[in-house]
């Protein structure tokens, strides 16, 4: 079953986190210099709502991804390493018209001045997703609802499914809304659109940088003013750390909501946590928005404290920007546990490094030190 009429989440939920998006084959340089020098390419997998189903397989959820890819060879790929992390495909639909899409990217940092990236993805199988042709069922059947504003860029049809999976309806578990603003994905198109949905989410990531960017809003403050209904709004300010508004906010969303600790009700002012970043020594910048907020959906689905939420997206982000890659094998839930429970003195001495996630209770000591 496909489209609104399927809107209902399952009686008995078995998944604790669906992520709807396009993922992609990625082709990542050999070596460091523009593509045009890059002599070889090698292959691996690219797509933030799957980054974040792959990485909550990783720490023990039950995650699911839902895209479309072509039925060709790449889509094989990207279906059979995307389950390898042992997440469930079993929605994911092929298109036999349509191509699955793939990009190559420099090694620098995407920030960079010459950091470049070419994609191949304009007409692909991910872009014709709609409405139509979605499996809602499959959709809404997770305690959460994970998406980002990636999707919203890729088509009209794209953003249409985005505006009816973020709207009021019986039934809908907490939708969890990453903006992700990509600004190459929005020349010629207006990203002030992606107020709207986030609008409606219950649980929202926003970077400062980004809010500046596509919609001119700058600072904390004023991101919540424009966003003021979601539950819990997380603002990622980079290495100042993230700011989180929580609070109950007016009007009825998600039944699933109050299981969550995001229950909404009369309107009341916000809780405002500020919680510092860690220092990195950063291997690769990439992934670490999409790691972060996985670390996060973790602590919600485990009923843990806001700054507990923030420290397990910071600690998951670590663990991928000490990598050279989009994923990685998280810290041990108990690992990650004692590194959570740290005061606020020790949190702000620690310092992560190159496979800081198989450190041993001693080695914490000494990098706390």
Known sequence: ??????????????????????????????????????????????????????ALAAAGHRAAWVGRVGADGFGDHLVETISGYGVDTSAVRRDPARPTGIYFRTATDRGAGAHEVAYYRAGSAASAMSPANVPYEDVFAGRILHLSGITAA?????????????????????????????PHLWRGGDASVLLEPARRCDLVFVGEDEAEEAWGIVGAEA??????????????????????????????????????????????????????????????????????????????????????????????????????????????????????????????RLRLGPGWTAADRACEEVRTS
């Open 154 to 182: 890729l088509s009209a049809d794209c953003l249409s499914l985005l505006r009816d999976l973020t709207a009021p309806r019986a039934g809908r578990p907490l939708v969890s809304f990453d903006v992700n603003h990509r």
């Open 223 to 348: 991101i919540r003013a424009a966003l003021p209904e979601p539950s819990v709004l997380v603002v990622k300010r980079g290495s100042a750390g993230a700011t989180v508004f929580s609070g109950l906010r007016p009007g009825p969303r998600s039944s699933n909501a109050g299981e969550l600790g995001h229950a909404r009700g009369a309107e009341r002012g916000d809780t405002v946590t500020l919680v510092p970043a860690l220092h990195v020594d950063v291997v690769a910048a990439v992934g670490a928005g999409d790691a972060f907020a996985a670390g996060f959906l973790s602590a919600t689905l485990r009923g843990l404290s806001v700054r507990d939420r923030v420290r397990h997206g910071h600690l998951m982000a670590a663990a991928v920007l000490t990598v050279p890659g989009d994923l990685t094998a998280p810290p041990a839930r108990d690992h990650a546990d004692r590194l959570v429970a740290l005061d606020d003195e020790a949190w702000g």
């Open 1 to 54: 079953m496909s489209g609104p009429a399927a809107g209902t989440a399952h009686a008995a939920t078995t998944t604790d986190v669906v992520c709807l998006g396009e993922s992609m084959v990625a082709f990542l340089p050999s070596q460091p210099g523009r593509l045009a020098d890059v002599p070889s390419f090698g292959r691996g997998i690219g797509g933030a709502e799957s980054n974040v189903a792959c």
